[in-house]
């Protein structure tokens, strides 16, 4: 795959609406029997490390946009040589959304048991990352007094996947570019226009293939965030019942298949094969 030759003007001619990006680095990995951000590439490098180095240069292109890594305070540490080169890009380790109402209860409740019987951590999902992102995104933005559109995009890459961000963001802004459009312009069409308009007016963007979608590999806009906030706080956790209203679906590239939603050790190795392969 060369990602790595994309050129960073290719970049910012699309780039304004991205706010942020969120690795979600705190799955339980029970199957891959090691949590997968501390996989080790060929090269050598971790499979987080990769994520970052990737983010930053798309972070880069768009106005220095923060990376945040979501890792279910498990506390992975990124190499510092990536924030040594790049000081002026925020690389940021956030906590889950809590919630405020039964749930944020009961996890207080099960802090003293996080750890399940087979030993692999608990976690509140990833909506509760998502959520924790889009709000630092916001707050980030406000207390820098920074104008930060509603319509404004959060990347989501989850690190059981070899896709880099700067390809995952090409392949996906131009969905959320209509989208956006299509919000602007909604009070100036008709009735008709508005229900044509509805297959574009969606505040989840992400990739799928023909059986599948990939929620967490893809665009969160800020406005949905209250929703999400509301959803978690009513105690709900599920993803596809939450997106399924609100989302696009964009075809995977078809290079793409091998490079995400690895479990096992031989599915991680069939990835960075697939990927040294491109």
Known sequence: MNTDNVSNSDVLDASQSLAGIVILA?????????PKATLTLPTGERLLDYHVRHALDLSMANKNAPIMIADNERGFTVSSDLSANHPQSP????ADYGGSSRYSQASEEQKSTEKKADGQIDTGGALVAIESALQAVIDINQSANLQCKQSSWLLVISCDSLIPATALWQKLQSSAMQTTDSQATESETTDSQKIESQTVDKKVIC???EHHLYPLLGLYQLSMEPELKAYIDNGQRRVMQFIKPLVHAVPFEKNWQHLTNFNTPEEFKRAYTA????
């Not at 705190?26 to 029997?33: I, L, P, T, Y």
């Open 275 to 278: 990927l040294t392969d491109l």
């Open 26 to 34: 705190g799955g339980a990995s029970s199957r891959m029997g090691t």
């Open 207 to 209: 990739l799928a293939d």
């Open 91 to 94: 690389i940021i380790h956030i």
